[in-house]
């Protein structure tokens, strides 16, 4: 079936504007997660949704970062006032439960200019 | 906090030789272990994933060994071909958590 879906697939935005990444993740998968991979490192953690639970907002960098999801479907991060630091690939995953295999969608290459 | 470290950062090998990728977490109470695989511009692809209770599993051409009371895994790729070429990620998931800690990655380049 299909894999997780992540739109755009490239985004170059002015500093200070807001944007809006989405993910739409594997029919059926209860766990949804937002990474930030910025050039040079690693990936980092950022937010996770199981099913109707609080979300798990450990990682996100500060309170520019939100992300929203709706039910079991698609998630959305918004990221405000982007700043030169914000430019990254944002990945999302999902998986069908907590602690098994997820599955990575292609990424949103976003840039701050 | 859990770090996760992958040696060497980067590795050449003529095709047909096979692979060794390390990868050495801090915090042995881990709850997964998985190996994924990124290609340039591309999402990461799940390889191979190890429960804490197992030692290692196998896929194909891919094997991975988990030693959790050292902090350490393996991934290993025989007789490797140039469509192996890609960066190869671990990243483990603690026993209490959701994130995955994600090593650096070793890059890989199998020239034909």
């Known amino acids: 079936g299909a894999g997780v879906s992540q739109s755009p697939s490239n985004k170059v935005t002015e500093k200070g504007k807001d944007v809006e990444l989405r993910c739409d993740p594997i029919s059926g998968h209860t766990a949804l997660y937002w990474y930030r991979q910025r050039l040079g490192q690693g990936l980092e953690f950022l937010i996770y949704f199981q099913g109707n639970s609080a979300p798990d907002k450990s990682g996100l960098p500060s309170d520019r970062f939100s992300a929203e999801r709706t039910g079991e479907s698609v998630s959305t991060l918004t990221i405000q006032r982007t700043q030169q630091e914000d430019s990254a690939v944002y990945l999302c995953a999902s998986s069908l439960n907590h602690g098994v295999t997820q599955y990575f969608g292609p990424g949103t290459r976003l840039l701050v200019l | 906090k859990q770090e996760v470290t992958q040696i060497p950062a980067a590795l050449s090998v003529p095709e047909g030789e096979n692979l060794v990728l390390n990868c050495s977490f801090t915090?042995?109470?881990?709850?997964?272990l998985q190996w994924f695989r990124q290609d340039p511009g591309k999402g990461l692809t799940s390889l191979l994933l190890?429960?804490?209770?197992?030692r290692e599993q196998t896929s194909g051409r891919l094997n991975a060994s988990l030693d959790k009371s050292s902090g350490r895994s393996t991934l290993y790729i025989a007789a490797s071909q140039p469509g192996d070429s890609a960066t190869y990620l671990c990243a483990v998931r603690q026993a209490a958590g959701n994130k995955l800690t994600f090593g650096g990655g070793t890059r890989v380049l199998v020239k034909p």
């Open positions: 915090d042995s109470a881990i709850y997964n």
């Open positions: 190890i429960q804490s209770s197992q």
